[in-house]
């Protein structure tokens, strides 16, 4: 149990252009999941936390009007990247939550 | 905010070898957890530990809230368990470490 899963793995887009990616908890409810970022080498941030039916949480320093999240259902939470700039290129990773956290396999956006 | 810090930041072993990964925590938790990013990059969840001990198959993990650190014991180490291992902290938050890159050699 506990399985979460991120759609696409993979995306390569044009500057200027705006991503989505899906966060979904297969087998329980998530009212609360989170997404973070990854560079390379590097650790996993905090972008925000993501509320069913409420507005999400960001972190210090995390554009809200650029990342837009959405958790319309207690299953489904969405991260779009609006206008992306070659510098948004990164591993994105959901979370959510049970009694513990439970990670998505992640999505590799390049923006070129 | 809370900080997190790991060690060592990396580190070859020699298959069969055994090894001790630590996680230094500047505040008091109720929820650590510790991971294994796979070369993938998925994070697979090995223990959730805010405090005691806990033991999976060749790993095992102890966590001293009380002097804010936790240890991840891999003993007889296998190639397949090289790739990052992060802990994480915090309540409904988690706040990762820098993690320690393991290589094991064939």
């Known amino acids: 149990g506990a399985v979460v899963s991120q759609h696409p793995s993979w995306v390569i887009c044009k500057s200027g252009t705006s991503v989505k990616i899906e966060c979904r908890s297969l087998?329980?409810?998530?009212?609360?999941m989170f997404w973070y970022r990854q560079f390379p080498k590097q650790s996993l941030m905090l972008m925000a936390t993501?509320?069913?039916?409420?507005?999400?949480?960001?972190e210090q320093g995390v554009e809200k009007d650029k990342f837009l999240i959405n958790h319309a259902s207690l299953t489904l939470s969405t991260l779009t990247v609006t206008s992306a700039h070659p510098e948004d290129s990164s591993f994105y990773i959901c979370?959510?939550?049970?009694?513990?956290?439970?990670f998505g396999p992640g999505t590799r956006l390049l923006v070129l | 905010g809370i900080q997190v810090e790991q060690s060592p930041p990396d580190l070859i072993l020699q298959e069969g070898a055994n090894s001790t990964l630590r996680c230094n925590f500047s505040d008091s938790v109720n929820n650590l957890q510790w991971f294994h990013q796979n070369p993938w990059g998925q994070l697979i969840n090995l223990f959730y530990?805010?405090?005691g001990t806990k033991q999976n198959g060749r790993l095992s993990a102890t966590t001293v809230a009380t002097e804010r650190y936790s240890l991840l014991y891999i003993s007889s180490s296998q190639t397949t368990d090289s790739g990052v291992y992060f802990c994480?902290?915090?309540?409904?938050?988690?706040?990762f470490g820098g993690g320690t890159r393991l290589m094991v050699k064939p």
């Open positions: 993501s509320n069913e039916g409420s507005k999400a949480t960001y």
């Open positions: 994480a902290v915090g309540g409904n938050m988690l706040t």
């Open positions: 087998d329980f409810q998530a009212t609360t």
């Open positions: 979370s959510a939550r049970r009694e513990t956290q439970y």
């Open positions: 530990i805010p405090s």
